[in-house]
């Protein structure tokens, strides 16, 4: 019985990945943490002006996949020694440094009611992910308090989101594969503001661009 | 603008790289504005990327330089680093790829750290046996010592260190309870766990109104049945079939466009019903991205074989049933390549379907590897350099229990028509290599008048199955035998009326026959042929 894989999709490696889109990989495979925060869209200014404030607190509030961890690795390179701890939710969870003047809390909301409480009466500018708001916690502790709901995803910020992915991935000069604004409209009527979803489909397309495909079909 | 731009220049450009070959390029750096460089730092080794985690393995780092540089300045550092002899190569999957990189930063205190990147392929000679790197991880130190080694200088003893080297210890209960293994300390914590539930329960039943109460208390027995169920299906399974064995040959490694004789064979202890039985050939490319809540597994099927040995038919107690099936590796598959959340897994599948009774299922995993390591890791050895087909009886044919035979029937000891021989063998490549069904029904066709003198070795003798029967040879036997000259063995259907006389016949037996070629048992890849009588 002959095998069920296309022979597209077993290439041998006899050029360098992506090389025919003049790109190094695919822009939409998955990128490190650390690694996010570059690729950002992301008008930063308001919210490091907000954060020279002492004890300042700053929640970016959202479902998952919105882009709350990304807005937290985009102000890190601001505060390249501050230190970051991601609160998984099958533990254990990592142990929060002291006596940092700044700290990066990804996925407060796992956290213990105490353990909270503690950060949020001590003394440390706190920029915080989390599903549920500390907000009226942080004022009671006196605390500036800032809260970015992210959500909603408009045409021309997932446009642009989608160049920086791909100018990331550049090979060389010239030219590199653009997503058509019908598909972007498309995978926004799809997914809505599911950046995570979304780029699920993008690498798709461009798995399919690698291998000749056209998965835009209405453009030219 | 960053305070330098880097650039980095491979001698012979984008020509890819032997394993065991040393890369050799330079780094350019162009200073942009005054500033201190604490290292230049050079990094050079492999990563993953596409939509699994990246992991990568720096094999060799160093320091270029240090020190201060002022606007203007132009400069050049050459490296050089070897590739391992064991690789890994370069692979362009769908999910997965791997690529080989040399990557520089310079580090600038209270600046942005400027960076340049220049990936590189690498392709293993078609004719290498040199043992690849095919996985790291917490399992992984036996391994670690057969890569880059030629494979026809490991003994026997690397078969044995061939392990998944991402084996770690269960991360949930399931897992652990479905790994063999003791499991009294489980089952003792089961135990405890269902005295805790009931005990909850029972308040709960008090406490809570209805049906809150009696859900709560219902919950944990009913996971733990779904728990037990997942642990002990194939037990459950064994009361029907009896103890299964499952075999692939050859096992454990395998080359491109490998055939692998899969065989699963049981005697139940009680009549049985089967709904199907299934052979699988399985490849994947498998990939986890994310953490946490948002780890998601992606999986890219690359093969996927599937030999269903029979529809639905009842096997009789205390008889030997066997299915067998010869599954084909594709002639480029990918390497088995086991790392942290990136991996080209496979593994040969079997599944028994039992109808309104828990199913049997099995996996054996394999380790494909280019076929120079191979065939010099078979010779190392000793074992087969390629499967063939078992001469035992299979799929579909239940064999009844071997009876002494007074004598083997011999009829007159005339050869086969060796000009029907060479016909026959001719017509056996032919639906051997057929592809398409419309190719086989040509060879029938074109056979259709033709009457084959044979004298055929008997080796076993079973039922006809239901699916190979034709209208004369329904509710008949079939006879498993060889011709002299033919590399196949034959299956000789007879009808019911010979029974008696077939099963007189003892194995090694020799009968001559005159008969029509009916089918090709694709299980076995071999000639149905028919005879209105012995």
């Known amino acids: 019985m002959a095998p069920n894989a296309t022979d597209d999709e ?10 025919n889109l003049n790109l190094r990989r695919n822009p939409f495979g998955e ?58 939710e099958d533990g254990p969870f990592p142990t929060i440094p002291d006596g940092s003047p700044v ?95 979304l780029e699920y489909d ?7 661009l690698r291998r000749g495909q056209n998965p835009w079909p209405r453009q030219t | 603008m960053a305070k330098a731009d880097l650039s980095i220049r491979l001698e012979d450009g984008d020509r890819a790289r032997l394993p065991g070959e040393v890369v050799r390029g330079t780094v350019e750096v162009a200073v942009n504005s005054d500033c201190t460089c604490n290292g230049l730092n050079l990094t050079f080794g492999w990563r993953t990327h596409g939509r699994g985690n990246k992991v990568t393995e720096d094999l060799h780092a160093e320091t270029l330089t240090s020190g ?47 960076s340049a990147e220049q990936d590189f392929l690498v392709e293993r000679p078609a004719d290498s046996d040199i043992m690849p790197m095919i996985g790291n991880g917490p399992g992984s130190s036996e391994l670690l010592a057969l890569y880059g080694r030629p494979a026809s200088e490991l003994s026997s003893a690397a078969l044995s260190a061939l392990k998944d080297p991402l084996e770690r210890a269960p991360q949930d209960l399931v897992e652990a309870l479905s790994r063999p293994g003791p499991r009294l300390p489980i089952f003792i914590g089961l135990g405890i766990f269902v005295v805790a539930a009931m005990f909850i329960g029972g308040i709960a039943i008090t406490v809570a109104p209805f049906p809150i109460g009696c859900l709560v208390s219902l919950a944990p027995l009913a996971m733990l049945g779904f728990v037990a169920f997942m642990v002990l299906r194939n037990t459950f399974a064994k009361r029907k079939l009896g103890e299964v064995d499952f075999t692939v040959q050859p096992e454990q490694i395998a080359a491109p466009g490998d055939s692998l004789v899969v065989r699963l064979a049981f005697t139940p202890p009680q009549e049985v019903k089967l709904n199907a039985v299934e052979l699988r050939l399985r490849g994947v490319e498998r990939v986890v991205s994310g953490s946490g809540t948002n780890r998601t597994t992606h999986t890219h099927e690359l093969c996927r074989m599937v030999e269903r040995c029979h529809a639905a038919q009842t096997c009789p107690p205390g008889e030997l049933v066997e299915a ?49 390591v191979v065939a010099a890791l078979r010779a190392g050895s000793g074992s087969a350099a390629s499967a063939k087909v078992s001469s035992t009886p299979g799929s579909l044919t239940t064999t009844e229990p071997s009876r002494a035979a007074s004598e083997p029937v011999t009829t007159v000891a005339e050869p086969s028509s060796s000009s029907d021989v060479t016909l026959l063998g001719a017509a056996t490549e032919r639906l051997a290599s057929a592809h398409y069904g419309n190719d086989r029904e040509k060879v029938f066709s074109d056979l259709r008048e033709t009457r084959f003198a044979l004298e055929i070795r008997v080796e076993s003798t079973g039922a006809t199955s239901g699916l190979d029967a034709t209208e004369t040879s329904r509710g ?11 590399e196949t063995a034959i299956a000789l259907q007879l009808p019911a009326d010979c029974n008696d006389a077939v099963d007189a016949l003892g194995n090694g037996g020799v009968i001559q026959v005159s008969a029509q070629l009916v089918g090709w048992h694709s299980v076995h890849g071999l000639p149905i042929l028919e005879a209105a009588s012995l």
């Open chain 1, 31 to 88: 990128v490190p943490d650390s690694e996010r925060g570059a690729l950002a869209v992301l008008e930063l200014g308001p919210w490091r002006e907000f954060l020279e404030q002492e004890r300042a607190y700053l929640e970016f509030l959202g479902e998952s996949g919105r882009g709350k961890s990304t807005r937290l690795h985009a102000l890190r390179g601001h505060f390249p020694e501050a230190p970051y701890c991601y609160f998984p």
């Open chain 2, 324 to 372: 067998e099936a010869v599954l084909q590796l594709p002639a480029d598959a990918p390497s088995t390549f086991l790392v942290r959340d990136n991996t080209i897994d496979w593994s040969i599948e079997a599944h028994v379907d039992i109808p309104l009774w828990p199913d049997w299922n099995a996996t054996k995993k394999l380790f494909v590897l280019p076929t120079p």
């Open chain 1, 202 to 208: 993008l690498y798709d397309d461009f798995e399919a």
């Open chain 2, 476 to 486: 008949g036997k079939t006879i498993r035998g060889h011709v002299e000259g033919l």
């Open chain 2, 68 to 114: 201060t540089w002022q606007t203007g300045e132009r400069m050049t550092f050459p490296f050089e680093a070897m590739v391992p002899p064991g690789g890994p190569a370069s692979y362009h999957g769908h999910h997965l790829n791997v690529d080989w990189y040399v990557r520089v930063t310079a580090d600038i205190p209270w600046a942005l750290d400027p």
């Open chain 1, 103 to 197: 700290l990066f809390l990804d996925e407060t909301w796992r956290l213990s009611w105490w353990t909270r409480r503690r950060l949020l009466r001590g003394g440390a500018r706190l920029i915080c992910a989390t599903h549920h708001s500390h907000a009226k916690a942080a004022r009671r502790a006196g605390r500036p308090v800032l809260s970015v709901t992210v959500q909603g995803l408009k045409p021309e910020l997932l446009s642009a989101i989608i160049e920086r992915r791909v100018e990331a991935a550049r090979r060389r000069p010239g030219s590199v594969p653009v997503v058509p604004e019908s598909r972007i409209r498309a995978l926004i009527a799809q997914h809505g503001d599911s950046l995570r979803t």
């Open chain 1, 10 to 19: 077993r290439r041998p490696a006899a050029q360098l990945a992506f090389s």
